[in-house]
């Protein structure tokens, strides 16, 4: 395994490591599978493991405690996030000081942890003043029970505003942001990262494989396959264009000449910049996991980067005047 520190902070986190988004904890056998899953990932040297309240209604955070508890604390690092509704009540849900303060709360007790590593806004509240939101979320730092913490998809003035706060009244750091990122979504790229990297920040992107787009799973000209998740996702059900599919061919093409498969291609794809920390990646069986570790060992050559730029379309937006 491979490791890289949280932006400035002194927090190191393996490059690939697992969520909780997907899990299945439906049945026995299922969750004789995630825990299999997990314990295997632990062994191949992943540290970092990442949930949500929200996730399965508490229960992705109950099973991933459950299976983790038997690791020492120390040799992990565990997250999860708060804004989705938890309950029906109107303050079970948001970013006010009160459902931060019990979230977390549940959310320790959940994952049978005293404290976690990293706690995130899962998104903005514009219904909450953000003054409120930092302080709760300082004062967490200073009780003990969330040691660095950061947002998800906040757009970048959001993320300034926030730190304009933070140094005003002295605030410890927002040190992470976890957006989606991946090769068919790319605007971090834009203004995110360099506002990451100003002030220090780790990114540690979701869905770095666009719902399963890149696994090359889903082909042009092939069926489905049978009970995979487009079968009955909207996400990777409204990215199966024929132009994405036309541009997965032409990928499928580049792992190849690397001896290699397309997830891991796309993986090492999003590690070739040193500003994200690591990926957050779902494995809901041991063979995705193993695959998806093989991704460290990839080697993408530089012109591979132009040609996806140019398949893609993408370029870094730069407005020139004069």
Known sequence: MK????????????????????TD???????AEAAATLKLAYEKGVNFFDC?????????????????????????????????????????????????????DSTLANMQTDYLDMYFCHRFDPTTPLEETLQALSDLVDAGKVLYYGVSEWTPVQVLRAQLIIQERGLHPMSVIQPQYNMTDRYIEHEMMDVCEQFGMGIVPFSPLAQGLLTGKYRKGQAIPAGSRATYQDQ???????????????????????????????????????????????????????????????????????????????????????
């Open 52 to 104: 949500a309240d929200a996730y399965s209604g508490g229960a992705a955070e109950r099973f991933l405690g459950s299976v983790l508890k038997e690791f020492p604390r120390k040799n992990l690092v565990l997250s999860s996030k708060v804004f989705f509704p938890t309950g029906d009540g109107p303050n079970d849900r948001g970013l006010s000081r009160k459902h931060i303060m019990e979230s977390i």
């Open 25 to 31: 904890v439906s049945d026995e056998v299922k969750q």
């Open 3 to 22: 490791y890289r520190n949280l932006g400035k902070c002194g927090l190191k986190v393996s490059e690939i490591a697992v969520g909780s988004w997907m």
């Open 236 to 322: 990777i059900q409204a990215l199966l264009t024929e132009e994405n599919l036309d541009r997965v061919e032409e990928l499928v093409k580049m792992a190849d000449s690397l001896d290699t498969d397309l997830a891991s291609f796309s993986l090492a794809w999003a590690l070739r910049d040193r500003r994200i920390s690591s990926l957050i990646t779902g494995a809901t069986k041991a063979s995705q996991l193993e695959n998806n570790l093989k991704a460290l060992e990839v080697e993408i050559p530089t012109e591979y980067f132009t040609k996806i730029d140019e398949l893609f379309g993408f370029k870094k937006f730069h407005r020139q005047v004069g």
